[in-house]
């Protein structure tokens, strides 16, 4: 199954709050799972990512934890700011055959309130 | 580097007529990949390239998409006939040797 589902679709938050952001996957050949940060009227851009032989990546105030067992791998934002307020994707990385792809999450909006 | 370029950043056309995008790729960059974003399907990859060859065309949807890679540093996406369905945001991105994929600052092809 090449699919990653993603939760919530939208998020409100105030300013200093945690962000939140899950995600769940099936197939055991994703072996790269990135977050992209998308600005409205621009492309999606890497924002950070990991490996599934880690539990989990911190940089800066973002911090992905990754749960190999339960293929549950989540974003979470500390201190969010009024400038995180972007649309925000999962992705895994699909290696088979002769393909080699990003399969991404359905975004999920997130509004950081002052 | 100026990143990924695409060119006509806005596209308004009639159904029926033919649209094509285009997008260079970062230099040195050896995979080129092209994405439709809607608010209903989410960010779908249509095809991928890797060292000008097409690898994957299975997420384009019909007949009336094509896609070419004639070198490294030019691709095209054309849509004939073009239908109001079509309209949506084209984004191109190119890979190198890490995982990371640089996105283009994107095409909104609008179809009426």
């Known amino acids: 199954q090449q699919q990653v589902k993603q939760s919530p679709q939208s998020l409100i938050v105030q300013k200093g709050g945690i962000s939140i952001i899950n995600c769940a996957y099936e197939n055991t050949a994703f072996d790269y799972f990135p977050w992209y940060q998308q600005f409205p009227g621009k492309g999606p851009a890497l924002l950070i990512a990991i490996r599934p032989d880690v539990s989990e990546k911190k940089e800066g105030r973002f911090t992905i934890s990754f749960n190999k067992s339960a293929k549950q791998f989540s974003l979470h934002i500390m201190d969010s700011q009024p400038g995180d307020s972007a649309t925000y994707f999962c992705a895994a990385r699909f290696y088979g055959g002769a393909t080699n792809k990003l399969i991404f999450g359905t975004g999920t909006l997130l509004a950081v309130q002052p | 580097d100026a990143g990924v370029i695409q060119s006509p950043r806005h596209e308004v056309t009639e159904m029926g007529q033919e649209v094509t995008l285009r997008c260079k790729p970062i230099?040195?960059?050896?995979?080129l990949f092209w994405y439709r974003q809607t608010m209903m399907r989410g960010l779908e990859l249509l095809i991928y390239?890797?060292?000008?060859?097409?690898?994957?065309d299975s997420g384009m949807p019909e007949d009336r998409f094509s896609a070419k890679m004639p070198n490294a540093s030019f691709s095209t996406l054309k849509i004939q006939p073009s239908e109001p369905r079509d309209s949506a945001v084209y984004f191109c991105a190119s890979r190198g040797l890490t995982y990371e994929q640089y996105f283009g600052p994107g095409t909104r092809l609008t179809v009426t």
């Open positions: 230099s040195g960059h050896d995979y």
């Open positions: 390239f890797n060292n000008n060859v097409p690898i994957d």
